[in-house]
C-alpha cells in the first residue's frame, strides 16, 4: 500500500518549451501533495506545498509563474515548467502525505522521481 | 535542508552494525523521518518516530530520539550489501508537515 507514482520519469526538452509532470496516489487520497527538487549529490528542497482544490503555497525563492502546480483531485497533483532553461535540468520528485488524523502517524511517500534534462 | 545535518559518508563492513546520526534544529517537530534513497530513485520511507518516543524498533532498524539534544539516530543491525545507499533524516514543519531533509549520509557496505 501506499504508492505514489510519477509520469514521465524521464523527459528531455528543448529550451522555451513547457513541461508536465503528474504525480498520483495509487491507493490512497492525499490532500496533500509536495514537490522537490534534487540536484546531483545533493538533498532534497522542497518546492511547493500542494492542497486539493486551493492555490499551492511555495517555499521562498521559488517562482509561481515558473513553475505552475495543479491539485486538481486527491491523487493527482501536477507541476508545469514553464518555458524551461537549462538550469532546470534537475531531478523532480513528489510526496503525497497520508494523514487520517488519527493516532500517531502522519507520513509521506515519495514517488520514483522525473528526469528533467532541458537542452 | 541545512537546518538538519548528518555525516556525509560512512563505511561498514557487511554483517556488522551501522549507525547513522542526525541532528535538527526545531524542538516542535512532531514527527521525524529516515528515509533511503537508491541511485536514481524516489525516496523509500524506513520509518518514523513520533517526539513523544525515545526509541522505535523495526526488525533490523532502531531509531533513538534524544530531544533534549535534538539527536537523531538510525541503527541497521547486521548490515547488508543491499542496505547500501543514501539515508536521509528529515523533521516535519508547520500545519502540513512538510518535510526538511538532511543532506544525507552515503552508506558503503563492504565484505
Known amino acids: 500500500g501506499a504508492v505514489v507514482s510519477q509520469h514521465p520519469s524521464r523527459v528531455i526538452c528543448k529550451s522555451g518549451t513547457s513541461v508536465k509532470i503528474e504525480c498520483r496516489s495509487l491507493?490512497?487520497?492525499?490532500?496533500?501533495m509536495f514537490w522537490y527538487r534534487q540536484f546531483p549529490k545533493q538533498s532534497l528542497m522542497l518546492m511547493a506545498t500542494?492542497?486539493?482544490?486551493?492555490?499551492?503555497?511555495?517555499e521562498q525563492g521559488v517562482e509561481k509563474d515558473k513553475f505552475l502546480i495543479n491539485h486538481a483531485s486527491l491523487t493527482l497533483s501536477t507541476l508545469t515548467v514553464t518555458s524551461a532553461h537549462p538550469e532546470d535540468s534537475s531531478f523532480y520528485i513528489c510526496s503525497a502525505r497520508l494523514w487520517t488524523g488519527q493516532g500517531f502517524s502522519d507520513t509521506q511517500y515519495f514517488g520514483p522521481g522525473t528526469r528533467l534534462t532541458v537542452l | 535542508g541545512e537546518d538538519v545535518e548528518q555525516s556525509l559518508f560512512l563505511s561498514v563492513r557487511e554483517g556488522d552494525s551501522s549507525v547513522i546520526n542526525c541532528t535538527y534544529t526545531?524542538?516542535?517537530?512532531?514527527?521525524l523521518y529516515w528515509y533511503k534513497q537508491e541511485p536514481g530513485a524516489g525516496l523509500q520511507l524506513l520509518t518514523y518516530i513520533f517526539s513523544n518516543m525515545d526509541m522505535k524498533q523495526d526488525q533490523r532498524l532502531t531509531v533513538l530520539l534524544n530531544k533534549k539534544d535534538k539527536h537523531l539516530s538510525l541503527r541497521i543491525a547486521d548490515t547488508q550489501t543491499g542496505d547500501s545507499a543514501i539515508y536521509f533524516c528529515a523533521e516535519s514543519r508547520g500545519g502540513y508537515n512538510k518535510l526538511i531533509f538532511g543532506a544525507g549520509t552515503r552508506l558503503a557496505v563492504h565484505p
Open positions: 526545531d524542538s516542535s517537530s512532531t514527527y
Open positions: 500542494s492542497n486539493e482544490g486551493s492555490k499551492a503555497t511555495y
Open positions: 491507493d490512497f487520497q492525499a490532500t496533500t
